[in-house]
């Protein structure tokens, strides 16, 4: 049957990361996959699901597309950049389908955007058809080279750093502010939040020193209790 995970002898069962705000949803989806032989983790947020997907590697991600701090089509994207989380096949459900996000669903690696209400029969039979094609990898960008070196250490382009530094740093606050719970380390933040090593290990230390964030005795950064 279609629906059911299909495995060889001595492979693990494929992996489905279930990514939906609303609980109802979220624990309907995972039910199925649960008894049709699939290995199941949820996550309640856009920031979850990326942190989940760099800790676990799922064979599929089903994501919603509207949650409340990153919708489905930017947590595709930035799963899609990292090499270690590119091979993902993603699934979008979703109430707001439009040509318009499809073709930005599409762009930023989804396999296939389904239309809400979506049984959770149909979506398995497109999870499954996922697994039997070759994952989607986004192409290779080439960065543009700087036209001189002096350009790179302009006064504007340091000031454009600087504002650049700031709004990194406030938006990585108010997502820590708006889920209380959220715990990532700083791998996790990095991929979370689109940043390069330096300056996610700069802002987590900088939030650390404020008294804003707080180290756990896994290494993780959260909100102190």
């Keep these: 049957m279609i629906g059911r995970a299909m495995t060889r002898p001595g492979r693990p ?31 309640v947020s856009g920031l979850q699901a990326m942190a989940s997907a760099l800790e676990i590697v799922p064979d599929v991600l089903l994501t919603d597309y509207a ?17 270690r989380t590119s091979a993902i096949r993603i699934l ?14 599409l762009s930023a690696g989804i396999d296939r955007v389904l239309v809400k209400p979506c049984l959770p029969q149909a979506v398995m039979k497109e999870v499954a058809r996922a697994l ?10 080439t960065q543009p080279i700087a036209s001189s070196r002096a350009a790179a250490f302009s006064p504007a382009v340091d ?19 708006s889920l209380p719970g959220l715990a990532l380390t700083a791998e996790q933040a990095r991929l979370v939040f689109g940043l390069n090593r330096d300056a996610t290990e700069r802002i987590l230390l900088t ?17 102190p209790r």
């Design 13 to 43: 069962r494929p992996f489905v990361l279930v990514a939906d705000d609303d609980r109802d949803t979220r624990e309907l989806y995972r039910a199925f996959f649960d008894t049709s032989g699939y290995r199941t983790a949820e996550a």
């Design 207 to 223: 939030l650390v020193a404020e008294g804003f964030l707080a180290r756990t005795a896994q290494g993780a950064f959260s909100r």
């Design 132 to 141: 039997a094609r070759p994952p989607y990898r986004k192409p290779e960008r």
């Design 159 to 177: 000031r454009r750093n600087s504002a650049s530094r700031r709004a990194a740093l406030e938006r990585v606050r108010r997502e820590f502010a």
């Design 67 to 83: 949650m409340p701090d990153v919708d489905g089509v930017t947590v595709a994207k930035r799963l899609k950049d990292d090499p």
């Design 92 to 105: 979008m459900v979703t109430g707001y389908a439009t040509p318009a996000l499809e073709r930005r669903a």
